[in-house]
């Protein structure tokens, strides 16, 4: 079953081909980040624009790189929620539009659902049950997944998504957006011991996260050196405040395994771009014993190719074409 998806939740314009759900055929990804980056995040208004403009054009694409034509497209498959809502909108309507003139069947696919199988293109041996960290520029949470279709919320953030501290921080050192690889980059130069930014884990046995305390804390300690006209080490400083989230995260999710007693952890999202992030997990999954994935990095941040996977492990392609599908920015898990 070849799925033709569509992923326009934010500043990535994404169309893919993906073959049985594991296959991946194309995976054309317009990013509009050198646009959003001018005004320092994404600006939903032209977000909204550029999809339009594009969608066509990397519809072609994608069929182009798959070497094949609509008529070889047995679904299409669309991000409806969360997202921005007029981002969401073009895709939604381009895939609609697409299924009803091709007469082929629309699935419906939950963003956050799609970041949570976008590792399954990349590993076959990988099925649930497995327990997901999705650390994302909207969301973080741990994710417990018995079965394609049994996902269970653990835990979540009660303020920031871990993406969003990334990128605040960023900002307050100048960097320009999106800070999370900036600050991965930066951070690779500094002393992750050099500031001691204090971890909030929240309830002791608890798994949902909190950020906005991690994040404060650089931003008062910059600005008290400022104060008293002392230096800022931007390295030391992006380093100890990754070290402070990564802590956390690891924490989590291998308390989260041991008490599910799951011996899997996929990591998903963008923030699973993180070098640091994805080495701290795989020398835990050494020690403590479990398995460990993490997608390639051009499938960590938005892309086409996890929404056509999702869509053919949770969809139903035999429904007929739901022309009442709308975009829900705030869809939850
Ligand atoms: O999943 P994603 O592409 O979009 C959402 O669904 O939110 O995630 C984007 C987020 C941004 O906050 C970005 O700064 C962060 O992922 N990110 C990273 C890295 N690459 C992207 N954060 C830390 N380290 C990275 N290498
Ligand atoms: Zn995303």
Request: proline fraction near 4%.
């Amino acid at each position: 079953m070849k799925i033709l998806a569509i992923e326009t939740s934010c500043d990535e314009t994404s169309v893919a081909v993906v073959e049985d759900g594991r296959r991946v055929l194309s995976n054309q990804i317009y990013s509009q980040i050198d646009i959003h980056k001018l005004y320092g995040g994404v600006v939903p208004e032209i977000a909204s624009r550029n999809h339009l403009e594009k969608i066509s054009q990397i519809v072609d694409s994608g069929l182009a790189e798959a070497s094949l034509t609509f008529d070889d497209i047995d679904a299409i498959a669309v991000t409806y929620g969360p997202g921005l809502v007029g981002a969401l909108l073009v895709g939604v309507n381009y895939a609609k539009t697409l299924a009803y003139a091709l007469k082929k069947p629309l699935i419906a696919v939950h963003h956050i659902v799609g970041h949570i199988f976008s590792a399954l293109t990349e590993y076959p041996e990988l099925k649930p049950p497995f327990i997901c960290l999705v650390a994302s520029g909207g969301h973080t949470q741990l994710v417990v997944v018995e079965d394609y279709h049994m996902l269970k919320v653990i835990g979540k953030t009660r303020d920031d998504a871990v993406g969003e501290a990334y990128d605040k921080v960023a900002r307050t050192l100048d960097l320009p957006y999106p800070g999370g690889p900036q600050i991965d980059r930066l951070a690779k130069k500094g002393d992750g011991s050099a500031i001691h930014f204090k971890r909030t884990y929240l309830e002791k046995d608890g798994y949902d996260f909190s950020f906005s305390g991690i994040k404060s804390g650089v931003l008062n300690y910059i600005n008290q050196q400022r104060q008293k006209d002392l230096p800022i080490n931007a390295a030391d400083v992006a380093a100890s405040f990754q070290e402070a989230v990564v802590d956390v995260l690891v924490d989590k999710s291998v308390m989260a395994l041991k008490n599910y007693t799951m011996n899997t952890l996929v990591l998903a999202g963008g923030v699973a771009a993180n070098s640091r992030l994805r080495d701290r997990l795989m020398a835990a999954a050494q020690t403590e014993g479990f398995n460990y994935y993490a997608p390639s990095l051009k499938l960590c941040t938005d892309n086409a190719a996890m929404i056509g996977c999702a869509a053919y492990y949770t969809g139903d392609a035999t429904k007929p074409v739901d022309l009442a599908l709308n975009a829900v920015p705030s869809l939850k898990l």
